[in-house]
Structure formats: C-alpha cells, structure tokens
Nanobody, 115 residues
C-alpha cells in the first residue's frame, strides 16, 4: 500500500490550495479515505472523510464551509480543496486509508498559511 500526497505549499491568508493523494497497492474504490493534519505541537486532527463511492462526506467543524474532499476512483486519487485558508490551517496534511485493522499513511505535505 502506498499513499503519495502532493499540492502543499506556502499561501497567503484567504488563499486556496488543492491537495492530492494518489493511492496504489489496494482496491482504492472499496475503502473510505481520510485527510488528517498535524500542526506543530498538536495532535493529529481528522479533517475530512469520504466514503468509498463518495456518497457520504464529513468534515471537522474547523474546516466546514471552507474545505471540500472529493475522490476519483478511476484515478485512485483523493483530493482536498482548501479555500479561505487561515494561519491556523498551517500543518502537515496526511491522507489515510484504513484497510481491515491496518492504518496506512502518506508521507505528508506541508501547508503553510502566512503573509
């Protein structure tokens, strides 16, 4: 199983970024996918979840109305569109797959929101 994130970077407050996570090594379309983030000195925070067919989506209260998770099962890819970014969104963002009892993580992509 491999998860590879991309799309992070430095953006000004109010800006947008789109993160991508491309998966391999498992039947992507059969599993829910999640985005987490970890800011310096803080615990992992679950940001967004999308079910296997994309029929159900859930967000942390801190990002509702600003972030949108989506997936393209034909491309084995899950996305996180982040709008109206705030300095408190600064973190390393990870995609996550939970397969049976196992958790799989990507290497993470840094998002920095600053002037």
């Amino acid at each position: 199983v491999q998860l590879v994130e991309s799309g992070g970077g430095l953006v000004q407050p109010g800006g947008s970024l789109r993160l991508s996570c491309t998966a391999s090594g498992f039947t992507f379309g059969n599993y829910d996918m999640r985005w987490y983030r970890q800011a310096p000195g803080k615990e992992h925070e679950l940001v967004a979840t999308i079910t296997s067919a994309g029929g159900s989506i859930d967000y942390a209260d801190s990002v509702k109305g600003r972030f949108a998770i989506s997936r393209d099962n034909a491309k084995n890819t899950v996305y996180l569109q982040m709008n109206s970014l705030k300095p408190e969104d600064t973190a390393v963002y990870y995609c996550n797959a939970r397969i049976f009892i196992y958790e799989y993580w990507g290497q993470g992509t840094q998002v920095t929101v600053s002037l």
